[in-house]
């Protein structure tokens, strides 16, 4: 009986993810990776993620990460692209092998990396992009630019 309810349970998770009736998440909003405060420094990631809908199937993105203590490499980048399924993929002109996955929810944005070579960094210095979940922290529509230019994420 227990396992007939949990098959149960998994052919209607996988008839609603499979049907098209995912719920549509408007991703638009500004996204924050805090890294942690140790003796003044920032350890570990932290970034900012801005996200503007373009109509239903486009987002236009604006992103940096740094990786803090000791080096504070960092990356960014700003673009548009393809919104669907709640996922927007970007792919570095630096590592065509490499996708950046942004998959969202009401709350968050999740980070995750596909890559041919995982040396390159996809495109980005060593140890750079790292699997995040990015909190929302507002629902506004952000003004998309460059952010690496202007220290963001570093706090």
Do not use: W
């Amino acid at each position: 009986m227990k396992s007939l309810l949990i098959f149960s349970l998994i052919s209607i998770s996988q008839s609603f993810y499979f049907s098209g009736t995912m719920e549509f998440i408007n991703p638009t909003g500004t996204y924050i990776l805090k890294g942690t405060i140790d003796k003044n420094r920032i350890m570990g990631h932290s970034g900012e993620l801005r996200v503007k809908l373009l109509g239903k199937a486009k987002v236009a993105m604006s992103f940096y990460i740094n990786k803090g203590y000791p080096g504070y490499e960092s990356g960014s980048f700003m673009d548009t692209m393809a919104y669907v399924d709640n996922l927007a993929k970007y792919v570095p002109a630096a590592d065509p092998g490499c996708t950046i996955i942004f998959s969202f929810t009401s709350r968050d944005a999740e980070l995750r990396q596909t890559f041919s070579n995982p040396q390159t960094g996809c495109g980005f210095a060593n140890g750079v992009m790292t699997s995040a979940f990015f909190h929302k922290s507002s629902d506004e529509n952000p003004i998309i630019q460059d952010l690496s230019s202007h220290g963001i994420g570093a706090q």
